[in-house]
């Protein structure tokens, strides 16, 4: 199941990180960054951990399977 929601609040926390990395500290603290912005980085994580959760469920492993040595083998393979 795709969510466009997902996709458009990551899309606005790589924004928000790239914005972090992009002005001073000062900058940050008159606009108001500790309150907003800083928090890009763990939503970001947090998204990216439901979207692979979410690839897991659909191609229907769970999470010893993806440890595999076999399994980790044959994707870094293919990379």
């Given at each position: 199941m795709y969510n466009y929601k997902i996709d458009f609040m990551k899309s606005?926390?790589?924004?928000f990180v790239i914005l972090i990395h992009s002005?001073?500290?000062?900058q940050r603290n008159?606009?108001?960054?500790?309150?907003?912005?800083?928090?890009?980085?763990?939503?970001?994580?947090i998204i990216s951990g439901y979207n692979y959760?979410?690839?897991?469920?659909?191609r229907d492993l769970n999470i010893r399977e993806c440890y595999n040595?076999?399994?980790?083998?044959k994707n870094l393979v293919e990379y």
């Open positions: 606005i926390a790589i924004l002005i001073s500290l000062e008159i606009i108001g960054g500790p309150y907003y912005i800083l928090k890009a980085v763990p939503i970001f994580i959760a979410n690839s897991y469920i659909k040595k076999n399994y980790l083998l």
